[in-house]
């Protein structure tokens, strides 16, 4: 099989770029608009533990997606479709925990500007990496992908 969504899915590393970058955003809107809130203790402690979710939940798919053999960079052909571990719980569990990470980060530091950049960046990267990467794994890996992708939420799913 040959093709562009076949070869790869996407020609530049997309993601790490765009979570970089909204970051970066975030602390520059910080510095220029103050929100001017200090978040209390316990919303600060459940921001550490979300960051702690979610740097939990990218180690986790990043080492099965080793123990699978699986391509980990975002620009390059997929070379196995890994569907247990946290990718039964979400098609994009790394995408999901660097999202949690940021959220977590704003609320855990009081750089409040963190939470709504962490939203940004999912609708970002869904635009420019995720579609790409839907439709490269469905041209390589064709009935496995459609079944996974009809039983596993591209985020998450909070209820059966």
Known sequence: MTGRWYERPN????????????????????????????????????????????????????????????NIQPHRAATALVTTGPFALSRNPIYLGNTLLIAGAGIAFNVLWFVPMAIVTAWLVSRLAIRREEAHLAARFGAAWTAYAQRTPRWLRLRR
């Open 11 to 70: 020609r530049i590393p997309w993601p790490p770029m765009i979570f970089a970058g909204v970051a970066c955003v975030a602390v520059v809107l910080q510095h220029v608009f103050p929100p001017g809130l200090t978040l209390p203790p316990a919303l600060r402690w459940l921001g550490a533990a979300t960051m702690v979710i979610g740097v939990a939940l990218d180690v986790s798919a990043m080492a099965v997606m080793h123990r699978h053999r699986a």
